[in-house]
């Protein structure tokens, strides 16, 4: 049973940083893609950040060049470093992994409020 297990978030002032944690079990690590998405109040949920299995990562526009997406393949643990955070970076952060056969099935994180403030 594939199971993705969260930590990290919290309450941080703007500018700040924060790290989030992603640990993975009951799967192949790595063998298909990953990624952070975020659900911001009255939003829809939307791609933060992705890396692929060849480690091709992928930022959204609003974070590029604040965010670093990585993953540690022994540790099987994906991480989201988070710098320089806004106000409208105030979401609740979902952990992804796909798998199946053909990498079509998506597996989530529980959610991990982060909360930006001024």
């Known amino acids: 049973q594939v199971q993705l297990v969260e930590s990290g978030g919290g309450s941080v002032q703007a500018g700040g940083s924060l790290k989030l944690s992603c640990a993975a079990s009951?799967?192949?690590?790595?063998?298909?893609?990953m990624g952070w998405y975020r659900q911001a109040p009255g939003k829809g949920r939307e791609l933060v950040s992705s890396?692929?299995?060849?480690?091709?990562?992928t930022y959204a526009d609003s974070v590029k060049g604040r965010f670093t997406l990585s993953r540690d393949n022994a540790k099987r643990t994906l991480y989201l470093q988070m710098n320089s955070l806004k106000i409208e970076d105030t979401a609740v952060y979902y952990c992804?992994?796909?798998?199946?056969?053909?990498?079509?099935?998506?597996?989530w994180g529980q959610g991990s409020q982060v909360t930006v403030s001024s």
């Open positions: 009951g799967y192949i690590f790595g063998t298909c893609g």
């Open positions: 890396i692929s299995s060849d480690g091709t990562t």
């Open positions: 992804m992994a796909e798998g199946g056969g053909w990498c079509q099935i998506q597996y």
